[in-house]
């Protein structure tokens, strides 16, 4: 049977080390995206930054803490060496060869692994406020992942059947734009902007994934419904000021 202390020590353990990857994912959006909430959102919502930041970070470091316990002489100097592999590690294997790109880019992850390895060490000498110190930064991980931080600012928007337009005095984020096609239908779209300042657009089915399209002309776009069901146009902005219209329409 495993004793209630073991049981502590292994949640302790857990909560240390998801205060880290939380701190890290934090700081890292913040350092890289700025103080904008939206930015920091896209950022950390990226597949790829949040499966190295959190769960690779995670089960990574407690191997390479099992084995640095293991080099009882040297064991402070192997974790902080195998910390600095582990930020290396995936771009390496991604790349499958040691490329400039992946110096870069492991360097990064090195500083993030040690960033990492600094917040775990030094929540270990709290060990009471460890939990709740975790689940806070979790939460506020959580938010910053599942929340919309878009801004707008005088907006005004008109919406028929086929057609939606707005204007703006301030607009940083992403608006979505609603439209039901059947499966195998050609969805093709015109959007004119008239703003300035950075913008864009891409598109989600349903499931939020997204959706191939081709530029037909200067400003039209098409995608195919591959299922039956409402896609999003989403327009994101940057800092935009202005206009925008948009008309679809659906060939069956």
């Not at 350092?31 to 769960?55: H, K, N, Q, W």
């Not at 060490?121 to 009471?128: A, G, V």
């Amino acid at each position: 049977m495993v004793s209630g202390f073991r049981v502590s020590r292994i949640i302790y353990y857990a909560a240390a080390k998801l205060f880290a990857a939380s701190f890290t994912l934090l700081l890292f959006a913040f350092c890289i995206a700025g103080p904008s909430l939206y930015d920091m959102s896209e950022l950390i919502g990226t597949r790829g930054i949040f499966i190295l930041l959190v769960p690779y970070a995670i089960g990574y470091s407690a191997l390479a803490d099992g084995a640095a316990h293991l080099i009882k002489k040297y064991k402070a100097a192997a974790r902080f060496l195998l910390y600095l592999i582990g930020g290396h590690l995936p771009f390496l294997f991604v790349m499958g060869k040691y490329t400039v790109f992946t110096f870069m880019a492991g360097s990064v992850g090195s500083i993030c692994a040690l960033i990492f390895l600094g917040a775990y060490s030094w929540i270990r000498r709290y060990p009471k406020h460890a939990a709740a110190l975790s689940i806070v930064l979790t939460a506020a991980a959580a938010v910053l992942l599942t929340g919309d931080f878009t801004v707008k600012k005088g907006w005004t928007e008109t919406r028929i059947s086929s057609s939606y337009e707005a204007e703006f005095a301030y607009f940083h984020g992403a608006h979505s734009i609603g439209v039901y096609a059947e499966a195998g239908d050609t969805v093709q779209y015109t959007i004119r902007w008239s703003a300035s300042g950075g913008y864009g657009h891409h598109v989600l089915d349903d499931r939020g994934e997204y959706v191939a399209q081709s530029m037909d002309a200067e400003n039209m776009y098409s995608f195919q419904a591959n299922d039956s069901g409402y896609y999003s146009i989403v327009l994101t902005g940057d800092r935009l000021r202005g206009s925008f219209k948009i008309d679809w329409t659906l060939d069956r």
